[in-house]
């Protein structure tokens, strides 16, 4: 076997070059190791030319105490003529452009989320108990109330009386949150603070209409998955963005599941069982998973019944763990699914017959 070293810059001419260079010499594959997003250049030049194989560091590590650039490079080019290298999930670019976009907004949220609790820090150092009354602080009327606090307003009656909506018949209480020991240095930092808020919100907004465009192929699978207890828009959009719509690439649902850290590892020596974590994987697909699961088990469980007939039925029903039916109705014989408890886990279900089974 050949074997030719040549050093290469990071720069786009010189990434040309490379390209030019694979290419005189006949190759069809290629690896390379992922680094931080410094990969993300010379894989988006070679993708479209061969088959690029990007490989978890950690998977290839060479023989420690002999590490340089060029015998790593030589370690990774030995590994893949022996098929021994992993390769990374790479989605196609539009996947890749959606990913883009929910991260950044996802970054942008907890931005925002960090602002909010700031804003809630400062009340609690001027000893302004609002967030015991008003459940958002940062709504319609605790906006109108901070606005006021930042203009340099610090009269309670009159802070109260800026209450909107349900929080109306809430005066009396609201005045005596809004007692406490407010200075010009609070309104000077609750201001800056309400500044930082404004711009956030508006690039989240911008950053959810981008979304909706870049994601209309992905349309159905979006809305596919929101059929998932526990799952919403935004968390469809992320999920679609992190797994793609090819499930091909996972061979079972286990596979997907261990490649997004979302069950445990596997430890046996001598005959015992160790205690292993999750590893380190995709945090953004696993937070979104987190979230999701938080949600569901927060969730009553939702019944939904599908029909083959065109008769009038009660489309969908909720019911409690431990019911062991669910109640519907329908006004002709048809066939049914539905999911039921059965003690420990929902079970698909399928029943047939003009009366639901006693």
């Known amino acids: ?85 992993r390769a990374s999930f790479i989605p196609p670019p539009p996947i890749r452009d959606l990913r883009d976009l929910t991260r950044y907004r996802k970054s942008l949220v907890r931005d925002r989320v960090k602002a909010n609790n700031r804003v809630h820090t400062l009340l609690e150092t001027a000893n302004l108990k609002l967030a015991n009354v008003v459940s958002d602080v940062l709504g319609v009327s605790g906006r109108a109330m901070l606005d006021a606090l930042a203009a340099g ?17 809430k005066v009396k209480p609201l005045a005596e949150a809004l007692c406490g020991r407010f200075t010009s240095h609070h309104a000077f930092l ?26 209309k192929p992905f349309e159905p699978e979006i809305q596919r998955l929101q059929t998932i207890v526990g799952v919403g828009r935004r968390a469809a959009e992320v999920l679609v963005s992190e797994i793609g719509v090819d499930m091909s690439q996972f061979s079972t649902a286990g596979h997907l599941a261990s490649w997004a850290r979302s069950c445990p590892g596997n430890h046996e020596s001598a005959g015992k069982r160790r205690s292993v974590g999750t590893g380190t994987g995709n945090n953004w697909l696993r937070t979104v998973l987190l ?27 909720r019911n409690e763990p431990g019911s062991p039916w669910p109640t519907a109705s329908w006004s ?26 006693s």
């Open 332 to 357: 002709s014989p048809t066939t049914c699914s539905a999911m039921v408890w059965t003690s420990t886990i929902w079970e698909p279900i399928t029943l047939t017959g003009s009366t639901p089974p």
């Open 153 to 169: 307003e610090t009269d309670p009656e009159h802070l109260a009386k800026l209450a909107r909506g349900s929080l109306i018949p």
């Open 1 to 85: 076997m050949k074997t030719e070293v040549q050093r290469f810059g990071t720069t786009t001419a010189e990434l040309l070059r490379l390209t030019e260079w694979l290419s005189q010499a006949a190759c069809t594959h290629v690896a390379m190791e992922s680094t931080s997003v410094y990969w993300k250049p010379v894989f988006n030049l070679l993708e479209g030319s061969f088959e690029v194989v990007l490989a978890n560091a950690w998977h290839i590590k060479a023989v420690p105490g002999r590490k340089t650039d060029v015998k790593d490079c030589e370690w990774i080019a030995d590994l893949l003529a022996h098929g021994l290298i």
């Open 291 to 317: 979230e999701c699961a938080w949600a569901a088990a927060h969730t009553p469980a939702r019944v939904t019944w599908t029909h083959n007939s065109d008769a009038s039925v009660s489309v969908e029903d």
């Open 190 to 215: 609750l201001g800056q603070m309400l500044t930082q808020l404004d711009p956030l919100a508006g690039l989240i907004a911008r950053c959810d209409v981008r979304i909706l465009e870049v994601a």
